[in-house]
């Protein structure tokens, strides 16, 4: 039964963000439960690469450049979507951005700029893949939030401000287009191992820095009751939770993999 609500054989998803890290994760995963996945980057290169990688593992996928700061893009995208596989039933809204600055510090372009993909870029998904799940009457959209949303972080305003944003506009879009059978959940994950975070330990030539890796996640494992990190399939696995009919109950949640940090009421 269970491994039945979890095939996702039939299904097209979308999923933004697909060239590297959870977006990547994401695309694979979801394409290794059946659906056809259009995976989407402003990196189309990254995009590709993940596209070969289902393929060549046995799935079903297709690679595209977007740049999700543009409606009119995200609309192409989605419209693109539809045009070629005649639904679209998953759409994850994963492509973001990290900006480290102060509040004193932080100019009005880094702040434009991480609103534009982390918070309007998730909304011009949403708007674009609810029109269409609306008028079919079913579909799942996941955002990807952050546990940022759950605590004070230093030199992290507009980075935490969009993803708290991008909260509130899941659980009103749930409200919304829940009577025409469309959930739109969130996930947001603890301290992920991707490219993200790793740009405390990775070299302008890619090369990785294992001590300084070690150092710089060893504290972050120490917060966990766990006592580890996240790695990108912790995330995407609940993503593809989400995205089955294993979720059918579920609209306007905020899925919190993120080993325990952070334990909300």
């Not at 955002?143 to 972080?153: E, L, Q, R, T, V």
């Not at 089955?244 to 609209?251: G, H, L, Y």
Request: aromatic letters at 4%; a negative charge.
């Amino acid at each position: 039964m269970l491994r039945t609500a979890l095939d996702l054989s039939g299904r097209v998803a979308v999923v933004t963000g697909a060239a590297s890290g959870i977006g990547r994760s994401s695309a694979e995963v979801l394409a290794d439960l059946g659906a056809t996945v259009v995976c989407a980057d402003i990196n189309e290169a990254g995009a590709e690469a993940t596209a070969k990688a289902i393929a060549d593992a046995g799935g079903v996928a297709t690679a595209t450049a977007v740049d999700t700061s543009s409606a009119a893009a995200v609309d192409a995208l989605v419209a693109g979507a539809v045009a070629d596989h005649g639904r679209l039933d998953v759409m994850a809204n994963i492509a973001g951005i990290m900006h480290s600055s102060s509040v004193i510090e932080t100019r009005d372009e880094d702040l434009d700029r991480v609103l534009s993909i982390n918070f309007k870029g998730v909304f011009y998904g949403c708007r674009a893949a609810a029109r269409v799940m609306v008028e079919q009457g079913s579909g799942s959209i996941i955002n990807m939030a952050s546990g940022a949303i759950d605590a004070g972080n230093p030199n992290l305003l507009c980075y935490s401000a969009a993803k708290v944003a991008v909260v509130q506009l899941t659980k009103t879009l749930a409200t919304e287009v829940g009577p025409s059978g469309v959930r739109v959940n969130a996930v947001a994950p603890g301290w992920i191992v991707t490219g993200m975070t790793g740009r405390h330990w990775t070299a302008e030539d890619g090369t990785e820095d294992e001590d300084r890796k070690a150092a710089v996640a060893a504290p972050m494992k120490r917060l966990s009751p766990l006592r580890t990190v996240g790695e990108p399939t912790d995330i995407s696995y609940a993503v593809a939770y989400l995205a089955s009919d294993a979720a059918k109950f579920m609209t306007g949640q905020i899925l919190r993999p993120n080993g325990g940090v952070n334990m909300p009421w």
